[in-house]
């Protein structure tokens, strides 16, 4: 079955830096787009970032744009999110989602504090 599971969430302090992954199986990984999503604690899921099946296209949401960088290797069935200069406003729970099997991941926990 359809599987994702995060990684790489943490502490860290604000301008600090974390990577996030995402180990997907079960389906047909370079064939399908790939997004991030989080959700702040009282708030509603909203997209971060997305990646098309190739790597080639990207889409950020205006908030992360310059800081964060979408990456995926295909050989390796892998989703990335590299996060950097990193904000209290970017905690959450960041989710790995497959848009095509509106399936998520359980999600890794990012909290920026000092």
């Known amino acids: 079955q359809v599987q994702l599971v995060e990684s790489g969430g943490g502490l860290v302090q604000p301008g600090g830096s974390l990577k996030l992954s995402c180990a997907a199986s079960g389906f047909t990984f370079d064939v399908h787009r790939m997004s991030w999503y989080r959700q702040a604690p009282g708030k509603g899921r909203d997209m971060v970032a997305a990646i098309s099946a190739d790597g080639g296209s990207f889409d950020y949401v205006d908030s992360v744009k310059g800081r964060f960088t979408i990456s995926r290797d295909n050989a390796k069935n892998m989703l990335y999110l590299q996060m950097n200069n990193l904000k209290p406003e970017d905690t959450a729970r960041y989710y790995c989602?497959?848009?095509?099997?509106?399936?998520w991941g359980q999600g890794t926990e990012v909290t920026v504090s000092s």
């Open positions: 989602y497959l848009g095509s099997r509106n399936t």
